[in-house]
């Protein structure tokens, strides 16, 4: 099984029944993640903020970096391979949580959850299962041959979403 791996504004999107799509030590960014159960084809966006106005040039060079550029390039590069409806997929996140910030005062994974949602209700699609918030990291991954996606946090296991 070939590990690609996605790395803070990347996107990753295959149709490898023999890949895994897999991003690590999710905190307050949050791995979105698209699959079609149909065509088996697994997509991922690990985002880092909410809005691209705070760094235009940044979300021209890494799309994936911010909620409202990662979804558009996200859902352009699912189309590539074939996706062509919303009816086709189902959507994931996983992270979003308050590790660096003990006072709430920045709030930057729940913001980025938030925006998410709100980008994704743009194009008439959400989420069928979250694990966000918290105040715990969590790598994830997506298994591309039947779209598994499977989480797992320091000392708190491995589990299934």
């Known amino acids: ?3 690609l791996i996605v790395g803070v504004g ?10 895994q799509i897999k ?4 905190g307050s960014c949050v791995a979105l993640i698209f699959y079609s159960p149909h065509l088996k084809v697994a997509g991922m966006a690990h985002i880092a903020l909410p809005d ?10 890494k799309p994936g970096y911010f909620a409202d550029t990662a979804i558009p390039k996200l859902i352009n590069n699912l189309k590539q391979l074939g996706i062509q409806k ?12 308050n590790i660096l910030d003990p006072q709430g005062k920045f709030n930057i ?3 980025n959850v938030l925006a998410i949602k709100k980008f ?4 008439c699609l959400g989420a069928i299962a979250e694990d966000v ?11 591309v041959r039947d779209g598994r996606v499977i989480v797992s946090s320091p000392g708190r296991g491995e589990w299934t979403l």
């Open 86 to 97: 919303n009816s086709q997929v189902w959507i994931k996140m996983v992270g979003g949580a």
């Open 109 to 111: 994974g729940k913001r």
């Open 120 to 123: 994704l209700w743009k194009y």
């Open 1 to 3: 099984m070939a590990n």
């Open 10 to 19: 990347d996107i990753v999107v295959s149709r490898n029944p023999h890949d």
């Open 23 to 26: 991003t690590y030590a999710l």
């Open 133 to 143: 918030g918290e105040n715990h990291s969590r790598t994830v991954s997506v298994i």
């Open 52 to 61: 691209s106005k705070v760094n235009k040039e940044r979300a021209k060079k």
